[in-house]
């Protein structure tokens, strides 16, 4: 089959059925980068490179022959014209959230409720977004980007916060709805894996000590220190102004180990995928070793389309050892 694309950039269509324009296309999607990007080598004397323009909307379609899945969507944040060629670099939804500073303050919401509001804001779509911790007070200042709060409340939640292909925000726990197989003498090009090591145990101390009665009473100051734990052993410790009683100290806590249980990292370059996705799985088949046994959280998706290499993609992805 032939790998095949399309490129939607404010009222144009750049595609192999319309044009030549494209010489290279990569795209990086997922939760290891603040926002997903997009870059396009286009000819220098390209009709539609003169049409472009900072901030028009972008969408990317890949896959083979008439069968394309969404990898992207975003707006141009920059475009580098050079002799032989013109560059177009794009940003994802999450760059809006990356740009943007307020002042807030949450009383009694969930961290769903919390980051909802914050994307609106910033006029951000949202899709799935689940409650998370309730929080008593949480403070949003211009000190952070919005996206930084957002991304705090999902680790504080033993959640991912990223962007669809579709440009709509996902927070929410890792529940995978599609599993792909990636095979050695099949799809699999190259693979690199690593085991590191990690803390056994996590601590979460409250900034200014307050109620330990739980979230629905009043955080009136008192003496008591509030702390919570999850794990035994030597623990990573986090102090947390956002934290007010013990219930939600370990709530947090058991979040935050589950965040750094996945010790087991592996890179995947694989036959141009256009269906795995982040936060997918995938089950690694055909490989002797231990560390590439099971089934893997899918964290980024890198993929590339050029005239040397044809379409590839870049898989990161981890698991529990």
């Not at 394309?68 to 994802?92: K, Q, W, Y």
């Not at 599993?179 to 990690?198: C, K, P, Q, T, W």
């Amino acid at each position: 089959m032939r790998p095949n694309y399309e490129v939607l950039v404010g009222n144009l269509t750049i595609s192999s059925a319309q044009n030549e324009d494209l010489e290279e296309l990569e795209v990086k999607a997922g939760m290891d980068t603040p926002a997903d990007n997009f870059t396009a080598i286009l000819a220098a004397d390209s009709d539609v490179g003169g049409e472009l323009k900072i901030h028009d909307s972008i969408t990317v379609k890949l896959g083979y022959e008439s069968e394309l899945e969404p990898s992207f969507c975003g707006t141009i944040d920059r475009i580098e014209a050079g002799v032989t060629s013109l560059r177009v670099l794009g940003l994802g939804q999450t760059g809006k959230l990356l740009n943007h500073r307020l002042n807030q303050i949450y009383l009694n919401q969930t961290a769903g409720e919390i980051v909802k509001d914050l994307c609106h804001r910033c006029r951000v779509p949202t899709g799935e977004v689940h409650d998370g911790i309730t929080l008593a007070s949480f403070v949003v200042t211009e000190d952070l980007p919005a996206y930084e709060y957002a991304r705090g409340l999902a680790e504080r939640s033993g959640f991912d916060f990223y962007s669809t292909p579709e440009g709509n925000m996902t927070f929410a726990r890792y529940k995978p709805k599609h599993v792909e197989d990636l095979e050695y003498g099949l799809n699999v090009l190259s693979i690199e894996s690593a085991r590191v090591s990690r803390p056994r145990a996590v601590k979460v101390f409250g900034e200014s000590p307050s109620s330990v009665r739980g979230v629905a009473t009043k955080h009136w100051l008192t003496k008591n220190m509030v702390e919570g734990s999850a794990g035994r052993g030597q623990a990573v410790v986090y102090v947390d102004s956002a934290v007010r009683d013990k219930d939600t100290a370990d709530a947090v806590a058991r979040s935050r180990l589950r965040h750094i249980e996945h010790t087991i990292h592996v890179t995947v370059s694989t036959i141009g995928d256009p269906y795995v996705k982040a936060g997918d799985a995938v089950r690694l088949k055909g490989f002797n070793h231990k560390l590439l046994e099971g089934e893997f959280k899918v964290e980024t998706v890198e993929q590339s389309l050029n005239r040397q290499f044809g379409y590839t993609t870049r898989i990161s992805c981890s698991r529990e050892a």
